[in-house]
């Protein structure tokens, strides 16, 4: 069967046809400058690959190479030529922008112009809630369960919330009635809950689901009040389905068909921006609203990168890119120009505020570079993610710090051979459902510890810590340390022991014995556990001396 080159773009298309295991494709074309195609699954429309390609010099002969066998049709969807100004139709990037990029009317508007100052871009927008709403709203629903049905409306933190709202969409001059009918649910479900007396993680999810259903309405709204058309579209309707983890949701491999069906098909008949909540999504059993867990939006903007194949994914905050350590730790942290996939997945899941734990994977797995911004200030660089980068000159990239973290020492009673030991230490957790982050372990001891953010997100942390406990005694003996921190090194593998040779000095200089050290054996990441009341003084020590010294000097 032959596959087919389809010009969806011209006046005139001419088609290509090509034997399924065509590997490569000259194509003659009149036309000059750039062309650029994307692959699709004629099945269900998601895009394989996008394939972009230049005039080979004065001979207007393109070459366009596809996975013969994986490609049945090509279809045009970009063609820039200068000469003809003929339609493009494809969306291109897609740009991020978090609670504090869109925190009141006056962000929204500078949101807008950076946009537009992208002529080039046809970019997908993802939104966060306004400035700290999700907080506010988790607070309203912890005060609804106690303050009794008739006091919902005297719950500062929902007048706030709508005053917010009310007063973003006035000066920005759109209706209120846009968000007005949301506000309305939004204190019904207060009363709701105030009337249950309790607030259970689906409520909890349905409720600050009306930040971003909010912020992405009023924005939209904006953009076609000044000329530029833009659709809003809520994450839950359009394809984004979760595991049922209410407050914690996994995106699940449907999303991606999903969601580039939906927006692709909506772009190619009637282009508009679209503006799409982050953070949200649809459980696949109950079919209600989910979160991906707070910070969830990044992980919302690189799903829609993999699903339609953009060229970029652009993350926009209120900081100049990842930076050396966290600024509010130590102020004199420096942005990374450059990071990994790998790097930016451990920087984030050891605590690193700036980016989702999960929202480096689907940009690794569709090898799409991220970009992060600072929406105060867009001429800064910024930092750029991608699969790989030149690493000659690297030593540590950044340090991240995650406080409040348990630790466990656990020392075999020898009732139980060395795999039977490692084994069922783990197979406890298994059973418990609880995330151990690092490990280090020998023949008949083993120390870990325990991911915060999974426990936080749950009730009963005590019992639950005392119930891993009694499980452990069963076969060992069990010290339980709380109020550990992790710092994490994330660094130059090739380089650990120039890192740790200045770690360790830096540390005895400052007095501070560290209680357990972890390093993978192909890992970008060290972590050392300290005491929490030592660790942040111990990250801006670490800080001067790798980023704010001459490294020859750490050779001394
Ligand atoms: N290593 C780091 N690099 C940059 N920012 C960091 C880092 N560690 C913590 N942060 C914090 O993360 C914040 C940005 O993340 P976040 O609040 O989620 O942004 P947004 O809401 O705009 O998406 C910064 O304001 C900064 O305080
Ligand atoms: N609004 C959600 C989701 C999010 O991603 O927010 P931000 O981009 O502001 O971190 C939260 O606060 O968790």
């Not at 409306?153 to 209120?176: M, P, Q, S, Y």
């Not at 924005?219 to 407050?247: M, P, S």
């Not at 406990?469 to 060992?476: D, R």
């Not at 200045?502 to 890992?523: C, D, E, Y």
């Amino acid at each position: 069967m032959a596959a087919s080159l389809r010009f969806s773009g011209l006046k005139t298309p001419p088609t290509y046809s090509f034997p399924k295991q065509t590997t490569s494709l000259q194509c003659h074309s009149a036309s000059p400058t750039l062309l650029s195609f994307a692959a699709f699954r004629p099945s269900n429309s998601s895009i394989l690959r996008n394939i972009s390609l230049r005039r080979c010099c004065e001979s207007r002969v393109f070459r366009v190479c596809c996975q013969g066998g994986n490609v049945d049709v090509i279809q045009r969807n970009e063609f820039e030529a200068a000469s003809s100004g003929e339609a493009e139709n494809q969306l291109t990037c897609v740009m991020k922008f978090g609670g504090s990029s869109v925190a009141s009317a006056e962000r929204m508007r500078e949101v807008a112009d950076l946009i537009l100052s992208f002529p080039n871009e046809r970019p997908v927008i993802v939104l966060s809630a306004m400035g700290k709403t999700t907080n506010k709203l988790l607070l309203a629903g912890e005060k609804a369960v106690s303050c009794g049905v008739t006091n919902v409306d005297a719950i500062e933190e929902l007048n706030f919330i709508k005053d917010l709202h009310h007063r973003t969409a006035d000066e920005l001059g759109v209706e209120r009635s846009i968000v007005d009918g949301h506000l309305e649910v939004l204190e019904q479900l207060l009363k709701g809950i105030a009337m249950m007396k309790e607030l259970t993680l689906r409520t909890k999810d349905y409720l600050v689901s009306f930040g971003e259903c909010m912020s992405t309405r009023i924005f939209a709204a904006y953009l076609n009040k000044i000329g530029v058309k833009a659709r809003q579209y809520d994450a839950f309707e359009i394809g984004f389905i979760t595991t049922d983890d209410f407050t914690n949701a996994d995106i699940l491999e449907a999303t991606y068909p999903a969601v580039a069906k939906r927006l692709n098909d909506d772009w190619i008949s009637d282009p508009a921006i679209p503006i799409v909540t982050g953070f949200l999504g649809k459980g696949w059993r109950s079919s209600a609203i989910t979160t991906l867990g707070r910070g969830g939006s990044d992980l919302t903007a690189t799903t829609i990168g993999k699903a339609l194949g953009l060229r970029e994914i652009q993350v926009w905050k209120d900081v100049d890119g990842v930076l050396t350590c966290d600024p509010n730790i130590y102020q004199h942290a420096e942005p990374v120009p450059y990071l990994t996939f790998e790097e930016a997945a451990e920087l984030a899941y050891f605590g690193a505020q700036v980016l989702h734990p999960q929202s480096m994977r689907p940009a690794r797995e569709g090898d799409i570079p991220v970009r992060v911004k600072n929406s105060y200030n867009p001429n800064a660089p910024g930092t750029l993610i991608t699969r790989n980068r030149d690493m000659s000159k690297a030593v540590l990239t950044s340090i991240v710090l995650k406080r409040n973290v348990t630790m466990l020492d656990i020392v075999s009673t020898r009732m139980l051979g060395q795999f039977g030991f490692l084994a069922k230490v783990f197979s406890i957790f298994e059973d418990l459902g609880i995330s151990v982050d690092v490990v280090a372990t020998s023949e008949v001891s083993t120390s870990l510890t325990l991911d915060p953010s999974k426990l936080w997100s749950r009730e009963l942390i005590q019992q639950e810590l005392d119930h891993v406990v009694e499980e452990l005694e069963k076969i060992a003996v069990v010290n339980l340390l709380q109020h550990r921190s992790i710092i994490s090194l994330i660094g130059n593998v090739q380089r650990s022991s120039l890192i740790l040779e200045k770690a360790f000095h830096v540390l005895r200089t400052n007095g501070v014995n560290v209680q357990m050290i972890s390093q993978g054996a192909s890992k970008v990441n060290i972590s050392l556990i300290v005491h929490d009341t030592e660790a942040e003084q111990c990250v801006r020590a670490l800080h001067s001396t790798f980023f704010e010294s001459d490294l020859p000097e750490l050779d001394q």
